[in-house]
């Protein structure tokens, strides 16, 4: 799918506390386009009917659409984060899972016994139980969106539990899934029409970018290309 480009813009950091984007227009352009492509209905192999509702209606809120771009669902998160799954990332084979499991400082890294795969199934699930009784049985992802932002503060600065997984820390695991699939190569699922590289300027897997060594401030013209070639 080939979206147009627009005018270039700033990217600064700090999102729901540590991402905040100042973009560009042509929302509705992208969003149409995206929401097109999505009509292909990717089926996910891992997460089932509920959690594949939570996990899109998640995304879409922890990176949201504005006036600048489209959310992370029609960005692709939740597929780039299926497909994750059933790699040896989400079987937490790239990490030493043998105990002891203690709870430590953030700078010690993931500490859980849970690869995250199973960290999912466990969190979204309670996710839902926790939302159902404190929304009249509902689940989350039939939530309104202010209140869908409220459940993900409450997990992001709770002491709660969702099964054996504190809640902060599957807040955090979801928010880093979802920015990765949003800024990931298109290759990987998310990235849907290299929009969210487009949306950071980010020029993608060029070969050669000798013409524009030193140039300081000068405008890069082209637009992103993708490992498999797909162009914006």
């Known amino acids: 799918m080939k979206i147009p480009s627009s005018t270039r813009r700033n990217f600064t950091a700090g999102l729901l506390g540590s991402t905040s984007f100042w973009m560009y227009g042509g929302h509705k352009v992208w969003a149409d386009a995206l929401q097109s492509e999505g009509a292909l209905a990717y089926k996910p192999q891992y997460f089932n009917h509920e959690e594949w509702q939570f996990i899109n209606a998640a995304c879409a809120r922890i990176f ?7 959310d992370g669902a029609l960005l692709g998160a939740p597929e780039f984060i299926d497909r994750q799954m059933d790699t040896p990332y989400g079987h937490g084979q790239l990490w030493y899972m043998s105990g002891p499991f203690r709870a430590g ?10 690869p995250p795969r199973d ?10 139980m926790y939302v159902r009784d404190h929304h009249q049985g509902q689940v989350f992802a039939q939530l309104a969106a ?6 993900l503060k409450a997990f992001e600065q709770g002491k709660m539990m969702l099964g054996d997984v504190p809640a ?18 298109p290759l990987y699922g998310g990235n849907k ?39 914006a």
Do not use: C
């Open 105 to 114: 400082a953030p700078n010690l890294g993931y500490q859980l016994p849970l």
């Open 119 to 128: 960290l999912y199934r466990q969190a979204i699930a309670a996710a839902n």
């Open 64 to 70: 949201p659409a504005d006036a600048h771009g489209p």
């Open 168 to 185: 902060h820390a599957f807040f955090e695991q979801l928010r880093q899934n979802t920015l990765e699939g949003v800024f990931s190569d």
């Open 193 to 231: 029409g290299l929009a969210g590289w487009t949306l950071l300027g980010f020029p993608g897997a060029r070969a050669d970018f000798m013409d524009w060594v030193n140039q300081k401030g000068a405008p890069y013209p082209f637009g992103p290309v993708s490992m498999s070639g797909e162009t």
């Open 146 to 151: 202010p209140e869908q932002i409220a459940v």
